[in-house]
């Protein structure tokens, strides 16, 4: 069976992709501040606009995680790097 033609190789190709060769500790620098960004936003929502916006904040953070953690934690487990 031909290898190349097979999902997992597309999957994980595309996955390096995602994670644009960044290591852990450039995810969890990035993920700070976007997490920083989204704080501020809600900040200026809640005290600027008085719209309060933690019941979005919670799926925008785990949306976050997801986009950050998970390609790495993916590409971690399958190729162990």
Known sequence: MN??????PAFLETLE?????RSWLANLGAF???L???GAANL???????IDLSYVLRIL???VAAYF??????LWLWRGR
């Not at 200026?44 to 008085?50: A, D, P, R, S």
């Not at 953690?69 to 993916?74: N, Q």
């Open 69 to 74: 953690f998970l390609p790495l934690f993916i």
């Open 44 to 50: 200026i929502c809640q005290y600027g606009l008085h």
């Open 36 to 38: 920083a960004m989204l």
């Open 17 to 21: 992709q995602v994670n644009g060769g």
């Open 32 to 34: 700070v501040c976007v």
């Open 3 to 8: 290898r190349q033609n097979s999902t997992g």
């Open 61 to 63: 953070i785990a949306g």
